[in-house]
T-cell receptor, first 111, second 115 residues
Framework: NAGVTQTPKFRVLKTGQSMTLLCAQD?????MYWYRQDPGMGLRLIHY???????AKGEVPDGYNVSRLKKQNFLLGLESAAPSQTSVYFC??????????FGPGTRLTVL | KQEVTQIPAALSVPEGENLVLNCSFT??????LQWFRQDPGKGLTSLLL?????REQTSGRLNASLDKSSGRSTLYIAASQPGDSATYLC??????????????FGSGTQLTVLP
């Protein structure tokens, strides 16, 4: 039982490049979330999903897109990376109305 | 907008001491409150979840209390150990956030337990 896993762990991009972050969970959770963590700003919700095929915007969605084609996977995409997107990205999952479980994070640097 | 505040931002205590971490929130219409720990360069580990109808939850040396009316929660750590050194985060989910129960996080308290 791996819990929540994230790929990759580290990534360096140049401004304007694109990439996709992958989150996978093996707990059969309905809900999945993407957060970013920045010094002085805490954790902020980017997008979330309440089930396969559904997504919704969180607090800071601009510049990101997401997809939930399979229940166990939640993808976060950056179409044209900007230095302001340098951050640590965390994925989380939960059952409805229950505690959230977090992945180990992806450290992204945009030059 | 819900705001979550954690004071102090940093705390250093000698090993064996009992300690209390504080969390306050501005909107009392919460669904639940969750405490996490985060080790440097790592993800968040869930410690305790308190539903809005509960007053406290306990797990081992940890005890979390919730007072919705005053907008406060405390995390009590008994007999602290160097391995407890980490950043502790509290997060609340608002009833108004809908079915997803999105979390709003505090900035955390960085705890150092000295041997």
């Amino acid at each position: 039982n791996a819990g929540v896993t994230q790929t990759p762990k580290f990534r360096v991009l140049k401004t304007g490049q694109s990439m996709t972050l992958l989150c996978a969970q093996d707990m059969n959770h309905e809900y999945m979330y993407w957060y970013r963590q920045d010094p002085g700003m805490g954790l902020r919700l980017i997008h979330y999903s309440v089930g396969e095929g559904t997504t919704a915007k969180g607090e800071v969605p601009d510049g990101y897109n997401v997809s939930r084609l399979k229940k166990q996977n939640f993808l976060l995409g950056l179409e044209s990376a900007a230095p302001s997107q340098t951050s640590v990205y965390f994925c989380a999952s939960s059952s409805p109305f229950r505690e959230q479980f977090f992945g180990p994070g992806t450290r992204l640097t945009v030059l | 907008k819900q705001e979550v505040t954690q004071i102090p931002a940093a705390l250093s205590v000698p090993e064996g001491e009992n300690l209390v971490l504080n969390c306050s929130f501005t909107d009392s219409a919460i669904y639940n409150l969750q405490w996490f720990r985060q080790d440097p360069g790592k993800g968040l580990t869930s410690l305790l979840l308190i539903q809005s109808s509960q007053r406290e939850q306990t797990s081992g040396r940890l005890n979390a209390s919730l007072d919705k009316s005053s907008g406060r929660s405390t995390l009590y750590i008994a007999a602290s150990q160097p391995g407890d050194s980490a950043t502790y985060l509290c997060a609340v989910s608002l009833i108004s956030s809908g079915s997803a129960r999105q979390l709003t996080f505090g900035s955390g308290t960085q705890l150092t337990v000295l041997p």
